[in-house]
């Protein structure tokens, strides 16, 4: 039976994402993840409906996990889509 997550198609001895992350700088990475969130959020109303939600929520945890391990900082990711950092800022 087929992964729903991982059709036939994708079957390979290297895994892309693992070889992305390990050959990819960690900003091009996470905005690849990211990048796939976005496009994954704003397409999934007009072709592939809760499939394309269950991929931006993949890519989305995969950038989560990242950030946790202390890959990926609030700036950065601000930086990359136009955000300005006092927006991040503590405001405490």
Same mark, same amino acid.
């Given at each position: 039976?087929?992964? $729903?997550?991982? $059709? %036939?198609?994708? @079957?390979?001895?290297? *895994? $892309? #994402?693992?070889?992305?992350?390990? !050959?990819?700088?960690?900003?091009?990475? @996470?905005?690849?993840?990211?990048? !796939? +969130?976005?496009?994954? +959020?704003?397409?999934?109303?007009?072709? !592939?409906?809760? @499939? *394309? #939600?269950?991929?931006?929520? *993949?890519?989305?945890?995969?950038?989560? *996990?990242?950030?946790? @391990?202390?890959?990926?900082?609030? %700036? %950065? +990711?601000?930086?990359?889509?136009?955000? $300005?950092?006092? #927006?991040?800022?503590?405001?405490?």
């Amino acid at each position: 039976m087929t992964n $729903p997550k991982r $059709p %036939s198609h994708y @079957e390979s001895k290297i *895994d $892309p #994402l693992t070889y992305m992350k390990a !050959n990819m700088s960690q900003a091009n990475y @996470e905005g690849f993840l990211i990048g !796939n +969130v976005i496009k994954y +959020v704003t397409r999934y109303p007009k072709k !592939n409906g809760l @499939e *394309d #939600l269950k991929k931006a929520r *993949d890519y989305l945890d995969k950038a989560i *996990d990242l950030y946790e @391990e202390g890959h990926i900082h609030a %700036s %950065s +990711v601000a930086k990359a889509f136009g955000v $300005p950092v006092k #927006l991040l800022e503590d405001k405490s």
